[in-house]
């Protein structure tokens, strides 16, 4: 058990940024998800900059390596793209 105030702080914070972590990355693979699933074109279009936006912001915080992200980038714009043809 902690023994000093700082180290109590420490673990409310740590609690608190792990939750905050959990939900922006679960929602962001939620994205990609619905994102694969899509058939049309028009409509993964729309949502390609979202869900690129929120990898960016995943790899900004340190929740996913930056070179993660780009590679999801890259492949979910390859998605997109064969959707058009």
Request: no cysteine.
């Amino acid at each position: 058990m902690a023994n000093h105030k700082s180290s109590e702080k420490r673990i409310r914070q740590t609690s608190t940024r792990r939750i905050a972590n959990r939900y922006h990355g679960k929602s962001t693979r939620t994205a990609i998800k619905k994102l694969r699933a899509a058939t049309d074109y028009e409509e993964a279009f729309e949502a390609l900059p979202r869900v690129s936006s929120m990898l960016d912001k995943l790899a900004k915080r340190g929740i996913i390596h930056k070179n993660k992200a780009a590679n999801l980038k890259s492949k979910l714009a390859l998605h997109v793209n064969s959707l058009r043809a």
